[in-house]
């Protein structure tokens, strides 16, 4: 069992800058692939990026590419995205997810979910 908790949302010009974390309990964070996905009003969850166990492979969505960056801390059991650049076409609840089995850009791979952050990115 993973719990999974966002921080770091909030609200930003456009062409600002936030850092999410996530925070993970339990000892065997290092064992999940982890991802970050948003949800706008309105619209069905869309992958952002994802990062293998080890930290080394790393995924993103295309529209998120040069701006974003998801890394990962497995000592201190957390999982950033640095997010630049920002748009008002970012705004959305981020959430962040894990998985046991591959650092993929598919919902229903993923095992375990935090509730979300609010981001929002006025114009």
């Known amino acids: 069992q993973v719990q999974l908790v966002e921080s770091g949302g909030g609200l930003v010009q456009a062409g600002g800058s936030l850092r999410l974390s996530c925070a993970a309990s339990?000892?065997?964070?290092?064992?999940?692939?982890m991802g970050w996905f948003r949800q706008a009003p309105g619209k069905e969850r869309e992958f952002v990026a994802a990062?293998?166990?080890?930290?080394?492979?790393?995924y993103y969505a295309d529209f998120v590419k040069g701006r974003f960056t998801i890394s990962r801390d497995n000592a201190k059991n957390t999982v950033y995205l640095q997010m630049n650049s920002l748009k008002p076409e970012d705004t959305a609840v981020y959430y962040c997810?894990?998985?046991?089995?591959?650092?993929?850009?598919?919902?229903?791979?993923?095992?375990?979910w935090g509730q979300g952050t609010q981001v929002t990115v006025s114009s």
């Open positions: 997810a894990a998985s046991i089995n591959y650092y993929s850009n598919y919902v229903p791979d993923y095992n375990y």
């Open positions: 990062i293998s166990w080890s930290g080394v492979n790393t």
């Open positions: 339990g000892r065997t964070f290092r064992s999940y692939a």
